[in-house]
């Protein structure tokens, strides 16, 4: 089965660091381009960070920029973000999500989220 | 980068069809043929109901189905059905440093 799991999200101060971090199983996790999409409670979903296949090309929304750094480990099928400087805006569900093969901003495969909180 | 622009809400009866429209501008909608639909039911994660457009993943029924027009794509939805009562999200690709940009979404309601 194709699955991705998140895990890693928290209640976390303002200014503090998590990491999250995605494991992927049932499919070649090293041909995929791969993202992170947050969604703040009670509103809509935000595009966060992107990492191709081998992690040649990388792009943040510009919300996240300086702040996050996406990376990933295709020998151990895994997809990370590092949160430094958390905001309360910050605050969401993360989701990571396959991206298709040559189609732009087509996520078809996404995991159940992990919640993150900043609040002191 | 703003959102793509979705009506909040969107109705119809079983039986009948609906269309969402999402507006964006020539930098995004207008600009690429990468726009996306989701469906997003309370508590769940988005699951991918149109690609480039007007494609269906498998598994997507043919009730559902996209065009572009300008600045402006649509979903349709035909032959509503109950489970068919979600939140429905468009994307668009937006260039190399953006490479998503949602819409607001649209609750989706079967009278």
């Known amino acids: 089965e194709v699955q991705l799991v998140e895990s890693g999200g928290g209640l976390v101060k303002p200014g503090g660091s998590l990491r999250l971090s995605c494991a992927a199983s049932?499919?070649?996790?090293?041909?995929?381009?791969m993202n992170w999409v947050r969604q703040a409670p009670g509103k809509g979903l935000e595009w966060v960070s992107s990492?191709?296949?081998?992690?040649?090309?990388?792009y943040y929304a510009d919300s996240v920029k300086g702040r996050f750094t996406i990376s990933r480990d295709n020998a151990k099928n895994s997809l990370y973000l590092q949160m430094n400087s958390l905001r309360a805006e910050d605050t969401a569900v993360y989701y990571c999500?396959?991206?298709?093969?040559?189609?732009?901003?087509?996520?078809?495969?996404w995991g159940q989220g992990t919640m993150v909180t900043v609040s002191s | 980068q703003s959102a793509l622009t979705q009506p909040p809400s969107a109705s119809g009866s079983p039986g009948q069809s609906v269309t969402i429209s999402c507006t964006g501008t020539?930098?995004?909608?207008?600009?690429?043929?990468?726009v996306s639909w989701y469906q997003q039911h309370p508590g769940k994660a988005p699951k991918l109901m149109i690609y480039?457009?007007?494609k269906r993943p498998s598994g997507v029924p043919d009730r559902f189905s996209g065009s572009k027009s300008g600045n402006t794509a649509s979903l349709t939805v035909s032959g509503l059905q109950a489970e068919d009562e979600a939140d429905y999200y468009c994307?668009?690709?937006?260039?190399?440093?953006?490479?998503?940009?949602f819409g607001g979404g649209t609750k989706l309601t079967v009278l």
């Open positions: 999500a396959r991206e298709l093969p040559a189609a732009r901003a087509a996520f078809d495969i």
């Open positions: 020539s930098s995004d909608v207008g600009g690429y043929n990468y």
């Open positions: 994307c668009s690709y937006a260039g190399s440093n953006n490479r998503g940009v």
């Open positions: 049932g499919f070649t996790f090293s041909s995929y381009s």
């Open positions: 480039e457009v007007s």
């Open positions: 990492i191709s296949s081998s992690s040649s090309y990388i």
